[in-house]
Every structure is written in C-alpha cells, then in structure tokens.
C-alpha cells in the first residue's frame, strides 16, 4: 500500500506552534480526507477533498487548515498547535467511483507539550 | 443526526467461538453501511461493504434495515482477527460524500 504515504510518522512539538502534516497518494484519486482517531471518539473526518481546489469542513475542522493545489498531495496544517490536538491523524484517498471505499494512510502520531 | 453506535468498546472471545460485533445506526435516507478493521501495525482497511453482500475473511454481515443494524459476524473466530473493528455510514449530504464511523470495537481473540 506505498499508494498512499503520510509524513512525518511521528512528531513532537509544543503548544502553539504551527504544524504541517503530508499526504501523497500516487493513484490520483479524487478524493481525500484527513481524520483524527481519539481513545472514545474513533475516528473522526476534519477535512476532505473531493478534487484540486475543493476542500470542505468534516465534524471537527477547528484549528485546522487544508489545501489542495494538486490531485496527489493534500497537506493538514495546525496553525496554532494546542495540546487537545494530540492524536493518531489519518490521510485516505478514494476514487470518484466508489468514495465510500477508501484506502488509509499509515498515520502521524502527534505529540502536542 | 446521522449516528453510528458500536456499543461495545471491548470484546473478548475464545478460538473457535462464534464472534458478533454489533453495529446501530442512525440516518433517514438509504444507508451505505461498511466495516473497516485496523490490525496491529497495520493501516485501516475496508473488510466489506453491506451492497457485495460478500464473506471476508469468514466474517459477513447483514444490513436489517428494520433495526437499523449492521452486525459483524463470524462463525468461529481466530487469533489473527484480533483488531480494531469501525462500523463506518457512507452518506451524502448536499453533493458532498462523508462516512460517518463508529467509535470501534476492540476485538480480542484468546487461544
């Protein structure tokens, strides 16, 4: 499954500050979608793409930011980092054909101090 | 509201031992209901869709939409399936496609 890539694996970093975290799939797949997977909240969608300059807002998209100037890549930006952003977060991809079957990303644990 | 509801966080069953993880869910169109599981270092993966009415991996399961339900059910369980279970909706709401998952069910195979 290298389709589909996520980076970094893990990353550390302190209230406040802004982090980007990469996805890349090389299916080019029109839809993309970032979640965050919480103990007792499962995952849950907080951006997704359904093509090249089309984002829209998932259930929990406060303090995030997307962008999608490339079919490939959709990068998920903390703009301000707090410490309830701590969690496992999950790029995925799927086709404009079958939506619903969507193939994951390995995951980036952040870690928010 | 449309809602998934795994009610069981924790499930543990023997080798051998038929195995159901319980799925409800809540959405006043025509639902898309999917399993997705995460083993152990592993990414999550689709296990199967209600629509190909297929068995993976000895696991089927039936949508009734009755009780709004989608159950993940296997005759007899194995090691390997210990994982996380998510029951996921797949809904569309004005043109735009989300899928809704549950809060997942660890599922625990002893020998």
């Known amino acids: 499954d290298a389709g589909i890539t996520q980076s970094p694996r893990y990353k550390i970093t302190e209230t406040g500050r802004q982090v980007t975290l990469m996805c890349h799939q090389t299916?080019?797949?029109?839809?993309m979608f970032w979640y965050r997977q919480d103990l007792g909240h499962g995952l849950r969608l907080i951006y997704y793409s359904a093509a090249a300059d089309i984002t829209d807002k998932g259930e929990v998209p406060d303090g995030y930011v997307v962008s999608r100037s490339k079919t490939e890549n959709f990068p998920l930006t903390l703009e301000s980092a707090t410490r309830s952003q701590t969690s496992v977060y999950f790029c995925a991809s799927s086709d404009w054909d079958s939506w619903n079957e969507q193939f994951f990303g390995p995951g980036t644990r952040l870690t928010v101090l | 509201a449309q809602r998934v509801t795994q009610p069981e966080k924790l499930l543990s069953v023997f080798k051998g031992a038929p195995v159901e993880l319980k799925c409800n869910y809540s959405?006043?169109?025509?639902?898309?209901l999917f399993w997705y599981v995460q083993y152990s270092r592993q990414r999550l993966q689709l296990l199967l869709r209600?629509?190909s009415r297929e068995s993976i991996k000895g696991f089927t399961a039936d949508l009734n939409k009755g009780e709004t339900s989608f159950h993940l059910k296997k005759p007899f369980a194995q090691e390997e399936d210990s994982a996380m279970y998510y029951c996921?909706?797949?809904?569309?709401?004005?043109?735009?496609?989300?899928?809704?998952f549950g809060k997942g069910t660890k599922l625990t195979v002893n020998p």
């Open positions: 209600h629509i």
């Open positions: 299916w080019s797949h029109s839809y």
């Open positions: 996921a909706l797949g809904k569309t709401q004005g043109g735009s496609e989300k899928l809704v």
């Open positions: 959405y006043s169109g025509s639902p898309e």
